[in-house]
């Protein structure tokens, strides 16, 4: 069989296998809810939803009751109670009971205890294909419509007026309405319901672009629900391997926030809006009569701005899903571009023996770009270690803390690896998960082990502020241009005028945060940062933890050290993607928009010739820009840095992206450093270090180990880009390319980060850090007095002592 055919003969049969399981799907989803109760069950364990057990105000012998009732079938091997799902966790034998059984032994303890009353109020379960079957409806509404909608303009039959669709927009603009519809129905169902009486509305006004733009949302928001469930197949059975894993207490609900939660971009601008739109249409109702007003609606109703946040949020947990991350509660996600305060607790930045995660500097940097950056608990003396601007009280105080700060009208992202009522407490919680303890339940995004992804959650912080506002621009410039085109105009297709540029508006809005999220998931990882204390051991002990000696590695230690190029290149940027960055200024939504209506009332050349000097504009600083890409890559490869490597005794001159860890090297004066290194010998060793830290005059260095906590201070270690000015020396590499001191702070800056916040390096740091130097409390060596480590405790405690 020919490539092409199996390829097509595979994708048939992906494609047939994916339409099974979503009919699948659908048909138990119907079941659940002509049942009444929503039930997931794989490979014998089940989550089977339990009325009021995700209620703090539930009798407090109800989670125990469903725990004997159920754990007394047979064939049942464990049963938990999570209060944070409101669900029943039942690991059992498929062969002795089913889930029917099951589910009617958790209604008969729901009977027993007068719950069948209560509201099925359960947060949304990961596993729920509810989601997944709104968003497919409206699609196909939204699909529908559109199709139907451009059918209409080709050939008009009896329909509804264009202004018809301003009922569906007043759902948002009357105050209180859709809270009480949210509150009641849910928000995602109110959702699906509302699109689809839009799309319904559009296809019969015959104005396909608002459902269009509606279908490209949902384009983006069911692969986002699909992938939430996958990420929850994954990682079930790892999240609920013993009942006490699967365990937990129920929490508040978010609704106990101590204030409202402060508004955002979009939120203030919809308010703005909604009321300048209200306004217009009571203006013009008396005096312009109904359509007038309906269209005023239409045309000033903010859905782009609301649009570009939710598409954001939908593309931003697809991505986290898809690197294994649990969004337990995607709600939270849409609080990104809100977060002003990140509370971090101190036991997920340490572990056990007190030593600082590798990501620390980077997660830190990325905190310090969203707010203010607080650790917890006080006790712990982290904050002033790790940079963060203040302390707070945690373990069982965490709660009130963070309560504290939201009554100051912040809000609060919080990172912990445990803690409930804290994590409940947060308006976005993220849980870090570790290898041998409970998962906290009560975060509403999951992840780790490690800190990677919570450190890309917190550049999505920044990522989400530029998209809302570009929103907010998007959705204002649509909403000017159409009140010029159509209440301006002649009242004859006066509404379909003026819907025109709103629905392009929602159409852009909807890409810009595709794209946002597109450019935050190609940033490369954070650079680890080393912990061991190089600088503090004594050089016997650096060789041995390096595993190399003064002769240097052989070839074949080096082969197998070298798992990537120490000194990889960025990939060029493409010209498009190029393009698109020159595109995305503030001028150019307003040029488009003015380019759009010139169009619209006749002048087509001006408003060609508006887009064509706009788009030659991007294109030649996009030309401009990868060319310059190319001369610099081109600079750096023939400049490429040269370093001479003793490898079984024997010296050459090679690549500095060639060394390992644990190579030697040799140091002449007029030698730029390589690597990061330790000293193992110097003959009146001087180094120039100001392009790393400032300092002014060229540092002697000494191979005794030393306790320094300044990069400057340490007198034992060679740093990547620094230049040797005079003496010689010999050292073993302890770091190469991004993970060096250079590569990790380039990296940040590369970012817009630092460990302030700020992207000041080298000179320009320590310019601006030259006050604090002042006052900082710098140890005083008197003449004759050396720093000497205590024999054999490398990276203990550092004793002085009278020297010759």
């Known amino acids: 069989m020919k490539p092409t055919s ?131 409806v409206a699609l196909g509404g939204d699909l529908t419509g559109a199709v139907v909608g451009l059918v209409g303009r080709l050939a008009p039959p009896l329909s509804l007026p264009p202004e018809s669709i301003a009922a569906v927009h007043a759902v948002d603009l009357i105050p209180g309405l859709r809270t009480g519809l949210d509150s009641r129905f849910g928000a995602v169902r109110v959702d699906a319901v509302l699109s689809l009486a839009g799309s319904a509305v559009s296809a019969a006004s015959r104005n396909p672009l608002s459902a269009l733009a509606d279908a490209g949302l949902r384009a983006v928001e069911l692969p986002a629900a699909l992938a939430r469930r996958h990420a929850w197949e994954r990682r079930a059975a790892q999240l609920t391997t013993t009942a006490r894993a699967a365990a937990a207490q129920a929490q508040p609900a978010p609704d106990a926030r101590p204030t409202p939660l402060p508004p955002g971009p979009v939120q203030r601008y919809e308010r703005k809006a909604g009321a300048v739109t209200v306004s217009a249409a009571a203006l013009l109702l008396p005096v312009a009569g109904l359509t007038r007003a309906a269209g005023a609606i239409v045309i000033g109703a903010p859905r782009a701005a609301d649009m570009g946040a939710a598409a954001y949020t939908a593309a931003l947990a697809r991505t986290l899903c898809d690197r294994g991350v649990l969004v337990r509660d995607p709600a939270a996600l849409a609080l990104l571009d809100r977060i002003d305060t990140v509370v971090i607790d101190a036991q997920v930045l ?96 999951l992840c780790g082990p490690g800190l990677s992804e919570a450190w890309l959650l ?11 506002a570009r929103g907010v621009r998007l959705a204002l410039l649509g909403s000017i241009s159409g009140a010029v085109l159509g209440l301006l105009g002649p009242q004859r297709g006066a509404c379909q005028r003026g819907t025109l540029p709103v629905g392009l508006a929602a159409l852009a809005a909807v890409a810009t945060g595709i794209w946002s999220v597109g450019a935050l998931a190609r940033q490369a990882p954070p650079a680890p940062s080393d912990s061991t204390p190089w600088h503090a051991m004594p050089v016997d002990e650096a060789l041995a933890a390096l595993g190399t000696g003064l002769p240097g590695l052989t070839d074949q230690q080096a082969a197998q050290r070298r798992t ?167 050292a073993v590499v302890v770091a190469v390319g991004a993970e060096t001191e250079t590569g990790r702070s380039g990296r940040l800056a590369d970012s817009g980060e630092s460990a302030s916040g700020e992207s000041a390096s080298g000179v320009a740091a320590r310019l601006d850090d030259l006050p604090a130097r002042r006052t900082r409390q710098r140890p005083h060596r008197a003449p004759g007095v050396r720093r000497t480590a205590l024999p054999g405790r490398p990276g203990a405690a550092y004793r002085r002592r009278g020297g010759a």
């Open 350 to 445: 340490v572990d056990a023996e007190g030593r600082l995660d590798p990501l620390t500097d980077a997660v830190l940097a990325a905190a310090h770009r969203v707010g203010r950056v607080v650790v917890a608990p006080r006790s712990s003396g982290l904050a002033e270690r790790v940079g963060a601007d203040d302390s707070l009280g945690g373990g069982p105080h965490l709660a009130a803390s963070v309560r504290e700060l939201q009554a100051q009208g912040h809000t609060v992202a919080l990172i912990a690896g445990h803690n409930a009522p804290g994590l409940a407490a947060a308006d976005c919680a993220i849980g870090i998960l570790t290898d041998g303890r409970t998962p906290p339940w009560a975060a509403d995004i």
């Open 564 to 730: 990537a190029p120490t000194d990889a290149a960025e990939p060029a940027e493409t010209l498009w993607r190029a393009t698109l960055s020159e595109l995305d200024t503030p001028l150019t939504a307003p040029l488009a928009a003015g380019a759009g209506v010139s169009a619209a009332s006749g002048s087509v050349f001006d408003a060609g010739l508006v887009s064509l000097v706009m788009m030659g504009n991007a294109l030649l600083g996009a030309v401009q820009r990868t060319a310059a890409g190319r001369a610099v890559r081109r600079l750096a490869e023939i400049g490429s840095l040269q370093a001479r490597l003793r490898r079984q005794g024997r010296e050459s001159i090679t690549p500095a992206s060639e060394l390992v860890v644990g190579d030697i090297v040799v140091l002449r004066a007029g030698d730029a450093v390589p690597a990061d290194c330790r000293l193992l010998d110097a003959d009146h060793l001087e180094v120039d270090e100001s392009s790393l830290t400032g300092e002014s005059l060229p540092v002697p260095k000494d191979p005794a180990p030393v306790d320094a906590a300044e990069v400057a201070e340490r007198a034992s270690m060679l740093y990547a880009g620094t230049d040797v000015v005079a003496g010689s020396g010999a």
């Open 458 to 468: 917190l550049r999505g912080c920044g990522a989400a502020g530029g998209n809302s």
């Open 6 to 136: 199996a390829a097509a003969v595979f994708g048939l049969g992906a494609a047939v296998r994916f339409v099974t399981a979503l009919a699948g799907d659908t048909v138990r989803a119907v079941r659940n809810e002509a049942a009444g109760r929503q039930i997931w069950a794989r490979d014998g364990r089940a989550h089977i939803e339990a009325r009021g057990v995700h209620h703090v105000d539930a009798p407090a012998d109800y989670p125990a009751a469903l725990r004997s009732a159920v754990g007394a079938l047979d064939g049942v091997r464990w049963v938990a109670v999570n209060g944070i799902l409101g669900d029943v966790i039942v690991d059992f034998d498929p062969e002795r009971v089913n889930v029917a059984r099951l589910s009617e032994t958790v209604a008969h303890v729901e009977h027993e205890y007068a719950m069948t009353g209560r509201p099925r109020d359960r947060p949304l379960h990961p596993a729920s294909f509810e989601p997944i079957f709104d968003e497919l």
